[in-house]
């Protein structure tokens, strides 16, 4: 039996194709390992969202190589949709397959195993109108589902590569979505988390919208909550915002990217929204559903971010409620617009102040669980012992509950 190992770099988005892909491996009769182990095909989902995203990728490739130096190692993911050509050079890799040919992966082994052709099979990422999903859109993390409704973005912001990389909107269609909530419900669970490359863009391409299929989604009673991934502010319509904030079946745990707290720097970043927006936003949300979680994203060391700017963005950061902060040190991607500005920040400056926002965060996470101690609510049972609550604190409690049903605790 031929035996497959899988790597995964990056985001959720890619993890979830891994799962897919495994799977058609394992229905096609090979024998899944683990990547510790010694394969006959290695596949590396690459990452490309940064320049450390790129280098473990490689890394994560000669890797597979030096583990057994016969095997097959395929490079796969957004690094070789965006840079196919890089990753054909290096000798580790026997084939490159784009995010366009991920569907077609199982049958482009199967012909390199007979043939033993070095190939690069990618193709236009704009062309495509629908979502490869493999037959399914289900991905699981412990005791959650989640559900990809969505691929792709529209928004081009001048720093980020993934619109070249995953390519446009394409969004599931509101009928296979909601087939599958009702399929989920019936099979026991109680919570679906809502995930996409950009999930409040979610039915651009089908003239419908987010807010339209949450409000068909709540028609499944038996999901109790519905967990939303990351939106961006500039695309929550008032509808939307109206459902998430009265809507209690609907997670008050809200992930915002702010990016940057300096309106200079989100206007050359193409944001479409300016800081006085988000911080209404936030509180709107705050003032309606107070317990709710607001994380967020921050990227350090915009090419030309003065100290002023990163100060301003220390500011905001302290002044707005935040749970937690997700933090990232700017770097150049092919493509886009951010990497023709010339003032670059000195990676010493940039590692200054990731570490000034790093402390930052271990604070707001600090100040958040004081917020809600004593507090009771809705958690999702994840394994023995360990909950995830509604807003997003992960607690150990003893309970005699199942993993995937949701209880009542009071947060220690």
């Known amino acids: 039996m031929v035996r497959v190992s899988?790597?995964?770099?990056?985001?959720?988005?890619?993890?979830?194709?891994?799962?897919?892909?495994?799977?058609?491996?394992?229905?096609?009769?090979?024998?899944?390992?683990?990547?510790?182990?010694?394969?006959?095909?290695?596949?590396?989902?690459?990452?490309?969202?940064?320049?450390?995203?790129?280098?473990?990728?490689?890394?994560?490739?000669?890797?597979?190589?030096?583990?057994n130096p016969k095997a097959l190692v395929v490079a796969t993911g957004c690094y070789a949709q965006v840079r196919p050509e890089e990753l054909a050079r290096l000798k580790e890799v026997d084939l490159v397959v784009g995010n366009t040919h991920k569907k077609e992966i199982l049958k482009i082994v199967e012909e390199f195993i007979e043939k033993r052709e070095k190939k690069v099979?990618?193709?236009?990422?704009?062309?495509?109108?629908e979502m490869e999903n493999f037959g399914t859109v289900l991905y699981f993390e412990n005791s959650r589902p989640f559900l990809k409704i969505q691929e792709g973005c529209n928004k081009f912001c001048s720093f980020c590569i993934i619109p070249f990389a995953r390519g446009k909107v394409r969004s599931v269609d509101p009928e296979r979505v909601f087939e599958q909530v009702s399929l989920l419900a019936e099979q026991g669970y109680k919570e679906i988390v809502l995930t996409g490359t950009q999930l409040s863009q979610y039915g651009w391409d089908k003239k419908t919208s987010l807010a339209e299929l949450l409000k068909k989604l709540l028609t499944v009673k038996k999901i109790e909550i519905f967990r939303l991934s990351s939106l961006h502010v500039a695309e929550i319509s008032k509808e939307l915002l109206e459902l998430i904030t009265s809507e209690s079946r609907i997670a008050p745990h809200f992930h915002l990217s702010l990016q940057s707290g300096s309106d200079r720097i989100l206007s050359l970043m193409g944001r479409g929204y300016n800081l006085k927006k988000f911080k209404e936003i936030v509180e709107y949300i705050l003032l309606k559903r107070e317990e709710s979680a607001i994380g967020t994203d921050i990227i350090v060391g915009f090419p030309s971010e003065s100290e002023r700017d990163f100060k301003?963005?220390?500011?905001?950061?302290?002044?707005?409620?935040?749970?937690?902060?997700?933090?990232?040190?700017?770097?150049?991607?092919?493509?886009?617009?951010?990497?023709?500005?010339?003032?670059?920040?000195?990676?010493?400056?940039?590692?200054?102040?990731?570490?000034?926002l790093r402390d930052l965060d271990f604070k707001k996470r600090k100040e958040f669980y004081g917020k809600n101690k004593g507090k009771k609510l809705r958690a999702v049972v994840l394994s023995e012992n360990r909950v995830l609550t509604e807003n997003y604190l992960e607690l150990e409690i003893k309970t005699k509950a199942k993993p995937a049903e949701v209880v009542v605790v009071r947060v220690p």
């Open 312 to 356: 301003e963005t220390v500011k905001a950061v302290e002044e707005i409620p935040f749970a937690y902060l997700h933090i990232f040190p700017y770097s150049d991607r092919p493509n886009t617009l951010a990497s023709r500005i010339k003032k670059k920040i000195p990676e010493r400056i940039k590692k200054e102040r990731v570490a000034i």
């Open 6 to 67: 899988f790597r995964t770099l990056g985001c959720r988005m890619n993890k979830f194709d891994t799962d897919l892909i495994r799977n058609l491996f394992r229905q096609a009769g090979y024998s899944v390992v683990d990547f510790e182990e010694t394969a006959d095909v290695y596949i590396i989902n690459t990452c490309t969202v940064t320049v450390g995203g790129d280098r473990s990728s490689r890394q994560a490739i000669y890797k597979a190589k030096r583990k």
């Open 121 to 129: 099979f990618v193709g236009e990422i704009f062309r495509q109108r």
